[in-house]
């Protein structure tokens, strides 16, 4: 995946950039897509320097526990929002 830093976009070679784990459930995968999609959100109406984990939570409607879970910051988040949007 990639991530962005410093407004370049740079391969997310470390683990901490990657998602925890991969939903299997269908409720699990509801979850992680809306993470995703309030992180789409976020960057298309408020900007980039608006994300972070808990405003990311308050707009998907999940718990802060729930972002933690299947992401371990947002870096991993907005990376697996590029990727999806490459797919």
Sequence with gaps: GLV???GRLEKADDPV???RR???QARSQQIVLAIEE???R???EEGPDAVNT???AEVAGVNIASVYRYFPN???IMAEVYERQLA
Excluded: H
Aim: with cysteine; hydrophobic share 30%.
């Design 74 to 76: 947002k870096d991993a």
């Design 17 to 19: 950039s990657r998602p």
């Design 4 to 6: 962005e830093r410093d």
């Design 38 to 40: 309030a992180c789409v």
């Design 22 to 24: 991969k939903p299997k």
């Design 42 to 44: 976020i960057l298309t």
């Design 54 to 56: 808990n405003r990311i």
